[in-house]
């Protein structure tokens, strides 16, 4: 899970001086065009030597070179980070009072302070804020009576020694503190602190977690030349983002912009820093003093100040926003943890749409927005209700918590080719992002904002996804064949997939894809809510799904060949229109050659295959085609899945889901469509239409019917499908042993209100998933019929 003492920024600077200098070595517009450059680096400074991820840096040998005099130094050599080994995360700030030395899954900026004498060193961060220093040290804590490491105080001077497995490409150190103990790494405490210990056995786990590395700034930008195929997983580059965390007493957060039109004259009293017990409002950013926050007791903030977060109350029509600058072309994610009380299902209802969104942008030489490179995704929604219930849970700090966890959580992204002046980006010509968040007005006619309508974010994350892959990855389900994938011999590994696949929201929809998706790439892509069930069983008379429960980012959701029913609950989405331009016919770096419109070779270049996606399409970034496996899987003829699912001979045949990967009819001479010669009619077959489980008549009064699917969907086939007395009229569709025969299988399944993390949750819900008591208890409620612990009970 990713917890907030993992998120802090890596330089916390109130200028912005080192986000920018420091910048300059590094990055970043939705280009939509893969050109035909060298295929595999296309001239983005990729280097040739394989690093996969941070664990591949050596680090460096800490001496007065990597010094700094002060904070506001710009040489990258002279700002580093502590990377523990055994953790696998950055020294960093949070726990206790939301200032004591804990770990992070990003890079946190250190300065060393070289003390000439006594031959020691002082580690010095930017904590905003804090009054009472910035450096590491020990220090009494009055509030649990003991010595404690913290980020903010007076300094205790460091030594490093050399770690047993140090080597020349393994540069790791133990940090002994005033001679009272070793920095040591605590990555299964529950909120990921780091303390000063004794030195531990040399081999264990424990001696591992005081194994670091001091990396500098510099070598860490060597990540941003990973080739995409080497990388291991994306580059986190948050530090150029101030205050991505709304860290406690961080006066930086007055970096963070309010912006709209018509806003109150009050906008900044509907916008508060904390949690719902103790917060201050964006009035009150500069003030640090203990008496400038609402409902503040010294246990409250010792216990929760490292879940804080940044929330508004009754404000619509507003953009919460921050300007970023990044010097390197290629893909930027974008995350963040956040839901907003506007976006629920009744709300949803009510406004036509969400009105809550995460959004990322490129400026113009005026700052102004360019909407041709804009992408945004609806926020979590969460009922007003459920958002009031967590926030009291952790007293008051239920929702900082919550994302602390890593729920909740929303992605965009978008792909920078050149500046938008035309030219490559560059240190010396650099793009800027606009990241943020907004909620539009309420629409015409419809009800003002309520007083305590919720939107709450923490943990905004900027990550580098490696440059634009040439080609990179259609499936769209408008093509009739996917002959441009099997003829050509472009390497798809850690590619972006653009994905043109129309869901219905809060609906059951057919998916069938020719790779693997996991379970980060699936909410990511289509909510944190996004619900997925695989098939389980078929009947002669029955389709049964199980909804699969992941256990972490990284498994896989959604396999490759495979049918499954996904049930997202926004499908609202803007990205760029994308152009491949090239499918060359040879793999690696050899760009000669490529597909004509016939699907033969060519070197003319008036003779090219190309492909366009629309915009508003789907863009999921580190996905990988086996194209060896889709050659095994599909049937080329027919672009069928040969992985069929089959019951046991019944009274009334087999059952069989089949699934194409390919669109099943076009126009025909006179513009109609028509199914296209060999793909399969449906007909008498089955298939999901806005949720429902639909049969395709067979043969009704005499007339052949037929239906065509576009690509990435399923359909049941009932084989011996004839006339006969007491065949069964219907075939049912189940989902975790729940029948729906005639009305749909939302009443299980169906509330965008209910996340991924409430599967499960006890209570009693009525026919369209509203909670309508929190106990299992069925006494005195009325007639009608509910659902429990995933069964329909009638009340009669």
Not at 639 to 651: A, L, P, R, V
Request: proline residues 3%; glycine residues 8%; neutral net charge.
């Amino acid at each position: 899970m990713m917890s907030k003492s993992y998120l802090l920024s890596f330089a916390k600077t109130k200028g912005s001086i080192a986000a920018v200098a420091l910048a300059a070595i590094l990055m970043a517009a939705n280009a939509t065009v893969a050109s035909a450059q060298n295929k595999a680096t296309e001239d983005n400074g990729i280097e040739k030597k394989v690093i996969g991820g941070v664990d591949d840096l050596s680090g460096v040998d800490p001496s007065s070179a990597y010094c700094a005099n002060g904070t506001n130094v710009t040489d990258g050599n002279k700002i580093v980070c502590l990377y523990n080994v055994g953790a696998k995360k950055f020294l960093s700030i949070g726990g206790l009072w939301g200032t004591q030395a804990a770990l992070n899954v990003s890079p946190h900026s250190i300065y060393m302070y070289w003390n000439k004498n006594s031959k020691t060193y002082f580690l010095e961060s930017k904590v905003s804020g804090s009054s009472a220093g910035s450096y590491m040290g020990i220090i009494w804590d009055k509030f649990i009576k003991k010595k404690m490491l913290f980020m903010d105080r007076g300094g205790s001077k460091v030594t490093f020694e050399r770690g047993k497995d140090y080597t020349e490409k393994n540069k790791v150190y133990l940090v002994n503190i005033a001679d009272q103990g070793f920095l040591t790494a605590y990555p299964d405490d529950e909120k990921k602190i780091c303390n000063y210990a004794s030195k531990a056995t040399e081999g264990t786990q424990e001696y591992k977690n005081q194994e670091w590395k001091v990396i500098t700034k510099n070598e860490y930008y060597e990540l941003f030349k990973i080739t995409p195929a080497n990388m291991e997983s994306v580059v986190d580059a948050s530090f150029l983002i101030t205050c991505p965390d709304f860290r406690i007493n961080d006066t930086d957060a007055a970096k963070w912009t309010i912006g709209g039109k018509n806003l109150p004259n009050d906008v900044k009293s509907h916008v508060y820093f904390g949690d719902k017990k103790m917060y201050k409002t964006y009035d009150l950013i500069g003030n640090t003093k203990d008496d400038s926050w609402t409902g503040r007791t010294e246990p409250h903030h010792a216990d929760y100040g490292l879940y804080f977060y940044c929330y508004t109350k009754g404000l619509r029509g507003f953009t919460f926003y921050q300007d970023v600058k990044v010097h390197k072309a290629g893909w930027y994610l974008l995350r963040c943890n956040g839901f907003s009380t506007a976006n629920s299902s009744e709300n949803i209802t009510t406004n036509g749409k969400p009105l809550a969104n995460l959004f990322i942008t490129v400026l113009n030489a005026d700052s102004k927005p360019i909407k041709e490179k804009y992408s945004t995704a609806a926020f979590n929604g969460v009922s007003q209700k459920d958002a009031e219930a967590l926030g009291n849970t952790y007293e008051g700090a239920g929702i900082g918590r919550a994302f602390f966890e890593g729920k909740y959580e929303n992605q965009v992204q978008i792909c920078l080719d050149k500046a938008p002046n035309g030219n490559e980006i560059s240190n010396d010509n650099p793009v800027t992002l606009r990241i943020g968040f907004y909620v539009d007005p309420t629409p015409d006619g419809k009800p003002e904002v309520g007083d305590n309508e919720l939107t709450a974010a923490d943990e905004f994350k900027l990550l580098y996804a490696g440059p634009r892959r040439n080609p990179e990855l259609i499936l769209d389900e408008e093509s009739t064949d996917l002959r441009y994938l099997t003829e050509a011999k472009d390497e798809y590994k850690n590619s972006v997939l653009h994905l043109n696949r129309k869901l219905n929201d809060n609906m059951w929809n057919s998916l069938i894809l020719p790779v693997d998706l996991t379970w980060g790439q699936m909410k990511r892509t289509f909510g944190d809510a996004v619900k997925v069930a695989k098939l389980e069983a078929l009947t002669e008379n029955s389709v049964q799904f199980v909804t699969v429960e992941p256990d972490s980012d990284e498994q896989v959701m959604v396999k490759a060949f495979e049918p499954y029913i996904v049930y997202p609950p926004y499908t609202q989405v803007k990205s760029a229109p994308y152009t491949v331009e090239h499918f060359y016919t040879s793999k690696g770096e050899d760009n000669s050659e490529w597909l004509g419109k016939d699907y033969k070779p060519s070197k003319d270049e008036n003779n090219r295959l190309t492909k366009t996606l629309k915009a508003d399409h789907y863009d999921i970034t580190m996905v990988s085609l086996d194209r060896e496996k889709l050659t095994q899987h599909v049937n080329t003829d027919t672009w069928e899945s040969k992985i069929q699912f089959k019951t046991i001979d019944g009274n009334y045949g087999k059952m069989v889901c089949k699934g194409t990967m390919a669109k099943t009819y076009d126009k025909d001479e006179n513009g109609k469509n028509k199914i296209i010669s060999g793909r399969d009619d449906l007909n008498g077959d089955y298939f999901m239409y806005k949720g429902k489980l639909i049969q395709v008549p067979h043969n009704e009064n005499g007339k052949q019917y037929s239906y065509g699917l576009k690509a990435f969907r399923c359909w049941f086939e009932l084989t011996a499908n004839t006339p006969a007395e007491g065949k069964p009229s219907q075939v049912s569709l189940l989902i975790d042993g729940v029948e729906d025969s005639t009305t749909g299988i939302d009443d299980i399944h169906g509330s965008t209100d209910r996340t991924s993390y409430k599967r499960g949750i006890e209570g009693v819900f009525n026919i369209n998933g509203q909670m309508v008591r929190r106990s299992c208890s069925l006494e005195g409620l009325p007639q009608g019929m509910y659902v429990v612990n995933g069964k329909k009970i009638i009340i009669r």
